[in-house]
């Protein structure tokens, strides 16, 4: 995840940025770089690591105020060029967040004359702002000041955004920004420090003021003025950190993977982003290297991933069967690489991998390139292994996964999956513009049904405790919930260490059944849907056999709480989205459990996060 960093005060700038962005170094990033302002600005970028960027900046750089960027790649390579800062002439800009629009401002700014240096969505935003200073590309002389050059340019993004500014003939005075990225402000004995996360500043100053959405600040002769969207002056509350270094990482979470569980709420909304028209029913996937004529005539798609991105394969193959009409088949990397694949037709193959560093995976995908098959990936990290050797990439902009439990990697390959096999559908004349507007319109409301789970999770730790020394724990689902049911199965084997078993709702008659007993609790995933009597019939066929019946289910649904021990309830949403809300539940369901159990919930034994090896 990038991370900004900003000091104004009287010390040399680049030493304290430097050690400021090593304190962000946990967020993950693939790049990074500094620019300090004295008589005018100086930039230094680099790939690789913090300890790589000191290395090239000379001794003792001068300068008491600056800015810095650790870039985790979410538009174009990870490479210097794309690092930030961005400069144009004597602006130059850090920003954290994803610009929606910004293919169309880059189109006109082109127009105005401004030649892009970058693949980046930045860059945008450093040429609007020279734009609005100093009238367009060859104007000389300002035409505002720079408060009135910023506010005229976030007026015209769209997406979040959090940014520091410096301008070469405004010495002394840095702006910052932000809408629904994070921002704070460090109040030192003066100096004043701004970044994405507290962590970076903690060792100077305790003193915090959070900025808020649509705000804008001027820090200047170490103090700051805030002012709200309108250029009104807004009064800000000072809080004081109590939180250690560690704590602070974790945003105050005790652990990563209960933060990126609540990250979920932003990281989906960041996938969809810029990608969705729900008012003409349509998905805009510019990276995607097929021509519609190939889509068309598809004859089958071929999902290769290994654990948790294997079962989000799983839904994926229910999503392109029911949405776009084409026959799915799953894969794990591991047993694909040795096996005897028929491909005939037009084969699509369809990589998922977090890391996109899966040793199965990438030599299931070449072998499946060897066989003539075209291939497109879903990751997480740009400049991955996969991403050299594939023909298109879809990125799911989850930011760095630090937990080794996949918790927003899979909520957010779930969405990619939506995108893309609504796309085919509309190509393939297999979906109506009513039908495919009335899913995006639910997808949008996603992020706040997600956030609505999130706010009531003391239910779920509630069940957790109940529950937390059961030694057998059954998870079941049918139709796009039996992979919700595995998923769920396999957060809980692999940080509670409990033995679980996802299966299909229908199959437990044919031999599980013989395991329940009345210490087993059955996790029953009974989402309203065309499958919803069935799993009626399911739990009552678990129920009569003394089980514990945990339901999840939705907010309106009165029928379930008849015939099970607890229901953990979702918000009611479009049938075919209820699995990604059912997968938070089931996440937190998993963490609350391990943490009852005292497990080591970021780490679990013998589990690595990327496994890189056979
Ligand atoms: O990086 P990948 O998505 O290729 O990783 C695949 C699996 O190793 C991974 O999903 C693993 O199952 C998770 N840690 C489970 O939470």
Redesign the pocket.
């Known amino acids: 995840m990038c991370g900004i960093v900003g000091y104004v005060g009287e010390k040399p700038a680049a030493p304290i940025l430097i050690d400021s962005l090593k304190k962000l170094e946990y967020r993950g990033y693939d790049s990074a770089g500094i620019c300090v302002l004295n008589d005018s600005l100086k930039t230094y970028k680099t790939t690789g690591k913090i300890v790589d960027l000191e290395s090239i900046l000379p001794q003792g750089i001068e300068g008491t105020i600056g800015i810095g960027h650790t870039r985790w790649a979410t538009h174009g390579k990870p490479n210097t060029v794309n690092s930030h800062p961005h400069l144009s002439r004597d602006i130059a800009v850090v920003h954290n967040g994803i610009i929606e629009n910004y293919l169309e401002l880059k189109e006109n700014l082109i127009g105005d004359g401004y030649i892009f240096k970058s693949e980046t969505d930045t860059e945008v935003i450093a040429h609007l702002l020279h734009s609005h200073l100093y009238g367009g590309s060859d104007g000389q002389s300002k035409k505002c000041d720079l408060i009135t050059a910023v506010q005229k340019t976030l007026r015209m993004l769209e997406g979040s955004y959090a940014i520091a500014v410096l301008c070469g003939s405004e010495p002394g005075l840095m702006i910052i920004a932000r809408k629904d990225s994070p921002l704070v402000v460090g109040i030192g004995d003066g100096e004043i420090f701004a970044a994405s996360d507290v962590t970076s500043f903690l060792q100077h100053t305790r003193n915090v003021v959070f900025v808020d959405d649509n705000e804008v600040a001027l820090i200047r002769n170490g103090s700051v003025e805030f002012f709200d969207a309108d250029g009104n002056p807004v009064t800000k509350e000072t809080t004081k950190i109590e939180w250690d270094i560690e704590a602070a990482e974790k945003a105050g979470y005790e652990h990563f993977m209960l933060k990126e569980i609540h990250e979920q709420a932003s990281s989906v909304h960041d996938t969809f982003a810029g990608k969705i028209s729900e008012m003409e029913g349509t998905v805009i996937l510019d990276e995607l290297n097929i021509s519609d004529e190939q889509i068309r005539h598809m004859s089958r798609i071929e999902i290769i ?7 989000a394969g799983l839904v994926g193959k229910y999503l392109f069967e029911q949405l776009a009409g084409i026959h799915t088949d799953v894969d794990t ?1 591991s047993e694909f690489r040795y096996g005897y694949p028929v491909v005939c037709g037009e084969v699509l193959t369809i990589a ?7 040793a199965d ?1 990438l030599a299931a995908v070449r072998g499946a390139r060897s066989y003539g098959c075209q291939a497109i990936a879903i ?2 990290v740009v400049g991955s292994t996969i991403t050299r050797e594939i023909d298109s990439v879809l990125y799911t902009r989850a930011g760095p996964e630090i937990g ?4 927003k ?2 909520t957010t ?1 779930l969405i990619t999956l939506y995108m893309l096999a609504l796309k085919f559908a509309r190509i393939r004349g297999k979906m109506s513009a009513e039908d495919s507007k009335n899913l995006l319109v639910a997808l949008k409301k996603i992020p706040a049904d997600i956030q609505k789970i999130l706010n009531n999770k003391a239910v779920i730790q509630e069940c957790a405790r109940q529950f937390a020394d059961a030694e057998d724990y059954f998870f079941i689902g049918r139709h796009l919930n039996y992979p919700i049911a595995l998923e769920g199965a ?2 809980l084997k ?1 940080i509670s260490y409990i033995h679980a078993e996802g299966y299909a709702a229908g199959e437990l008659k044919h031999g599980p059944l013989a395991l329940l007993t009345d210490k087993t609790p059955v996790v029953a995933i009974a989402t309203k849907g065309h499958t919803y009597d069935k799993m009626l019939s399911n739990i009552k066929e678990v129920k009569a056999r003394d089980a514990i019946v945990i339901a999840v289910a939705n907010k309106d649904d009165t029928e379930i709480e008849k015939y099970v021990d607890v229901v953990l309830r979702i918000p009611r949403t479009h049938e075919l989205l209820s699995p990604i809300l059912s997968s938070v539940v089931l996440q937190l369901l998993a963490y609350y459990t391990a943490l009852e159990r005292g497990c080591s919930i970021d780490k679990p034994r013998n ?5 890189t090896v056979e």
């Open positions: 991933a290994c654990g948790t991105s294997w079962n990397g998922i991998t977090q890391s996109g560093e899966t995976t990751t997480n080794v439990a996949a918790t990697s899979f390959q396999l957060k692999e589990l690595a996060k990327s496994v």
